[in-house]
């Protein structure tokens, strides 16, 4: 008995050398939010093994990276945490020279980017998207009428209107900055308001239709939404999408839309940044550059449909992705997307606990 | 046999005589050492994390890392030691908190009570069961744990959901779909079938060591079986009832999956405000405030609930 349990423990001691010089990256990234073969792509071409692991909110990424040696080497998080998370040290700076595919960045993106990121300096864009709504049409219809309006924030907002939808099931994100900049823009306040006035507004608003709302969930309506389980969702456009195409593809009948309402929405970026204690460093820029390389943008982009950060991609990406309004807003509805800017902490404190209110009734 | 014995090796004398005797140079006898062991766990992997965790909630919230702010600093050459109470008295103050420790304790309470109900017939009838009957039970009692935890949970709701299982069944006699997901009665369901198995366990082994020749003669004393349970059965099983009831209240006082994953954003439990003010408002200091709190919550209904049990022991003395 004895001598295999040696062999065992010596083959232990001798792997462990040999796995530390393997190399691996260690990603954090949103769930449901690469194409299915890009990371095979990228360890075959670069040799590097990936640990690829996902979340569903930003309030989690930000737990994580405070509480220390996360052990992430890239991480996503979207642009309004992200500005308060450099504030607080929590990025290294990119080393420009190791991502030659900067080049392929759209200008425009990069400099709406900027506002989170002074120059640009921790993070690079990977996707773009907007927060809107995502309803079961047939159900929608039935119950608000044929040639109701359904490109308004009203479905959400307006008590009467969302206490029609109540019994097929509404959901809402479990994000509070999205949900109340949501709700001021509503009201026709500013969406990073951070007046205590501006905020009970909200709150009230929320509160007037908390009645008819199922549960605040980021990433169940996914799900929820492509099986008929709920009618009405405010969500991420692209998770709407892959709600959309799990319903045609299981072919119940059930008809999934997306759509950025009238009243405009906000408009988020999601940016690859490195945690400052990341532990290698080299495979991390290894990997973003990958990412920004226009063929692997376009895949990704063809894949989860939410809009590339990547200029150059463009021309890669399906012309029934970038012909889509929902996707690739057009002019006229760009012009109604806000950007949604980090809150101070003592704001934050207030915003949670209105939250809370709203959520459980306390 | 002789000449098997003459095979093996020569038995070694007191294998740990070395480690026993420079043991024995410092100090320690084998004796200590037993003791030493399990009380060394205990200090490192729960009075130390306790400590660090009551440290925590002497804090305040700072956005930076770590998230709350030091304790001691050391300015000009003197060090301060500054303990913040803001966090306890915010549990007071603020009636969140307060309902979610009530709202907890009732929803752990009444899934108890359900648990004991519809666990002491199924004990009872386990007890009374003969073999090779009993084992089969007995294993399909525990079989359960043998999937994820998190996994029962999901099938659960796959049962619960509109287009679920329960309601595609009452679909076949036209009865419109029940919306069950996301309220109280799911978490109620979710914790019941959780803990059943620690109900009935204890409530089996109590109950099989029931001398049967008691209840005869309960019954040769003229009296009706519910009179029998009443007074002779359920008195004796009192020990398992407590020790069943205890195994399902504590930790669904704290349960947080169940309702998290069941429960509607109106199932206020304390492990789900816990969660959400770690990871969803980074308030280390406040959780760590409300887990101290919560720690004192249970303790107390278990302290009564022993007891209860030491004095259900002494009268049986």
């Known amino acids: ?362 | 046999m002789s000449t098997l014995d003459a095979d093996l090796p020569p038995p070694r004398q007191r294998p740990w005589s070395l480690i026993e005797r420079s043991l024995a140079g410092i100090g320690l006898s084998g004796r200590a050492l037993v003791i030493f062991a399990p009380a060394l766990w205990l200090i490192v992997f729960f009075l130390v994390p306790l400590a660090v965790v009551f440290g925590i909630s002497l804090a305040v919230k700072q956005f930076g890392r770590p998230p709350y702010t030091d304790l001691l600093t050391a300015e000009d050459g003197t060090v301060q030691l500054t303990l913040h109470l803001s966090n306890y008295i915010r549990l007071f103050t603020d009636a969140l908190y307060v309902n979610a420790y009530l709202n907890s304790i009732k929803i752990a309470a009444i899934a108890t009570a359900i648990a004991l109900l519809i666990g002491y017939p199924m004990a009872y009838f386990i007890a009374r069961t003969q073999d090779p009957w009993r084992n089969i039970l007995l294993m399909l009692v525990i079989l359960p744990f043998w999937t994820s935890f998190l996994l029962r949970v999901y099938a659960l709701a796959g049962f619960m959901r509109g287009n679920g299982v329960i309601n595609n069944f009452l679909g076949l006699f036209g009865i419109p779909p029940l919306v069950m997901m996301q309220t109280d009665f799911a978490v109620y369901v979710g914790i019941v079938y959780t803990y059943l198995p620690f109900m009935i366990l204890p409530l089996y082994t109590t109950l099989v060591k029931l001398d049967p020749a008691l209840l005869e003669a309960s019954a040769d004393l003229g009296a009706k079986p519910w009179r029998t349970f009443l007074s002779v059965t359920l008195p004796l099983s009192m020990p398992g009832i407590i020790a069943g009831s205890m195994l399902v209240f504590i930790p669904a006082i704290g349960e947080f999956v169940i309702p998290s994953l069941l429960g509607g954003p109106g199932t206020l439990m304390i492990g789900r405000v816990l969660w959400d003010e770690f990871f969803a408002n980074t308030n280390w200091p406040r959780s760590a405030a409300v887990a101290i709190a919560m720690l004192v919550v249970v303790v107390v209904p278990i302290m009564l609930m022993q007891r209860a049990q030491d004095a259900v022991v002494e009268r049986r003395k």
């Open chain 1, 1 to 362: 008995m004895r001598t295999p349990l040696a062999i065992a423990l010596a083959s232990l001691l001798a792997a462990t050398p040999a796995l530390a010089q393997d190399q691996v990256v260690n990603v954090y990234n949103w769930s449901d939010y690469i194409a299915e073969d890009t990371i095979a792509k990228f360890t075959a071409e670069t040799g590097i093994a990936v640990n690829y692991d996902v979340f569903d909110s930003n309030e989690i990424v930000e737990a994580k990276l405070l509480a220390g040696n996360s052990g992430y080497d890239v991480v996503v998080p979207s642009g309004f945490f992200l500005e308060r998370q450099i504030a607080a040290g929590l990025f290294q700076p990119l080393d420009k020279g190791k991502l030659p595919n900067l080049s392929n960045m759209d200008p425009q993106i990069m400099e709406e980017t900027a506002a989170h990121d002074p120059g640009n300096e921790h993070a690079v864009d990977y996707m773009w998207g907007t927060t809107g709504l995502g309803y079961n049409v047939a159900a929608v219809t039935e119950r608000l009428g044929a040639d109701a309006d359904l490109a308004t924030w009203d479905l959400l907002f307006d008590p009467e209107t969302v206490s029609k939808l109540a019994d097929c099931g509404v959901a809402v994100l479990d994000a509070p900055a999205e949900v109340y900049a949501a709700a001021l823009n509503y009201l026709g306040l500013d969406p990073n308001s951070e007046s205590e006035e501006d905020l009970a507004a909200a709150e009230e608003l929320l509160l007037s239709v908390r009645p008819h709302i199922r549960y605040f969930h980021s990433s169940q309506y996914i799900d929820d939404l492509g099986n008929g389980e709920i009618c009405l969702a405010m969500g991420y456009s692209g998770d709407v999408f892959i709600a959309q195409a799990a319903a045609a593809e299981a072919g119940q009948g059930v008809e999934i839309a997306y759509t950025i309402p009238a009243e405009g929405a906000l408009k988020w970026f999601d940016m690859f940044a490195i945690p400052a204690d990341a532990p290698n460093v080299d495979n991390a820029h290894a990997f973003i550059n990958f990412m920004l390389r226009p063929d692997i943008a376009a895949a990704n982009t063809n894949y989860v449909y939410y809009a590339s950060g990547n200029g150059a991609a463009l021309e890669l990406i399906d012309d029934e992705v970038k012909n889509d309004p929902a996707i690739y807003p057009p002019a006229e509805v760009a012009a109604n997307l806000y950007p949604l800017n980090a809150h101070t902490p003592e704001y934050d404190e207030l915003l949670t606990r209105s939250w809370t209110r709203v959520k459980t009734g306390q």
